[in-house]
């Protein structure tokens, strides 16, 4: 590398982002590291969770820092708790013109979780609706204490537009990090955290790593759970292959055997046999468990039915992304959709990669059609004519909050439908005629809504149910009609079984799904 090795002990801070979408922290960053990620963001908004390198020149020298870009989304709270978790100083962006918002205490809790400290840069000071007192009114309010305010925790006004405050900024990041005293041994072998994962369509399966502690060497092997991958093709943040990475580097390891989970911890081996004796190793300690048999439950209570018999559909769900991280926060959207019994979302596949033939005939093989998700992903052309064919729908996305908008509208158009009566009309009996053979001729006046011939009728006798018959045919003043209206007496053939009498009721009912 041209890059001089770190000193021994000593190790560049890893750097966690957070705080509130629109809050100015992808500006800010982008003004760190001097490239243009804001204008390339969907919407304008972070939705991968990425790790640059920046270099800062003050008084003692120059400096290396490693900087994580979370999403602000709610729905990426596991992106954000997984940057933290590897992080050693965290950034508590807050805007100027908005102070404290529902992800920045979200934030809050999370960096209190991984015990770092933190640094808050009060953004967009730039702007005409900036009001930097009023923001840190807001802090001090939700218990952040800041220092002069009756406590220690640092703050500095930022813009990520003109770069004030920023020098200051990375200044107390140091100091922070100096403080913590962040050590590493850069002659250990490499170790670190998987931060990514993704499928490149020419590349194959793709991790991006954080080096917390050693060096990874070109002709290593990478190890993760089951994964593992050679150290042939290892980029730096900018995309360009490199040969060699020290502690606190953020690295893209190409060429793994499968992709490795996101938030698992990884090694560097010097050869291939050792890697895969650990990943046959982790395999065995991670084999599934045969349950055991379970004893036949007791018999159920009259009327209550098993939970599995309660569901009506169950509707198959398949996820793909173009990164892991993102399927969390598709599940995340997933969770807070309305729930209803009787239809059951059962998701048969989340991973990385376009969406495939294979995913359709996954999301189609249950009674019910269901349903494909993708984020950032391609559609093959066999996947959408095969979708055609078995009814699945395939919904692909760019904005996280769009897809739980899809959702929700799919689900709704398949919620089980019950059949339920309704009435449509009440007559009184006023007498009967005769009673042959399972047909009674009588005498009635409609009291409410209609009687039409056809009709399913429940004969009432008082507010108990004594039976249930078809009305054959209907006069009125000796006309054989289709339809008496409320207030008209009338004379009907039923068809019943069961034997009215004057002064029982008519309840006319259609059956209909809701």
Known sequence: MSEQLPKTGARPPIVAIVGHIDHGKSTLLDYIRKANVVEGEAGGITQHLSAYEATHKNSTGEHRITFLDTPGHEAFKAMRSRGLEVADVAILVVSSEDGVKPQTLEALKLIAGVEIPYIVALT????????????????????????????????????????EGIPELLDLILLAAELEGITSDPLAPGEGVVIEAHVDNRRGNTATLIVLNGAVESGEYIISGQALAPVRIMENFLGKSIKEAHAGSPIRIIGFSSSPAVGARWRAVETKKEAEADALEFAQANRPKIPEPVAPSAPLEEGVEPEEEKIHVILPLVIKTDVAGTGEAILHELEKLPQDPRLEVRIVLRTVGPVSEGDVKLAGSGKTPGLVVGFNVKITGEARDLAERLNVEIGTFDIIYKIAEWLKAELDKRQPRESQEESTGRAKVLKVFSTTKGKIVLGGRVEEGTLAQGEEVKIMRRDLEIGRGTIVSLQSQKNVIKKVESGKEFGAQLKTSSEPAAGDTLEAFTMVLK
């Open 124 to 163: 967009k000071i730039d702007k005409e609706g900036a009001n930097i007192e009023k923001a840190k009114s807001s802090l001090l309010e939700n218990g952040v204490y800041l220092e002069g305010l009756g406590g220690d925790i640092p703050y500095i006004g930022v813009s990520g537009k003109t770069g």
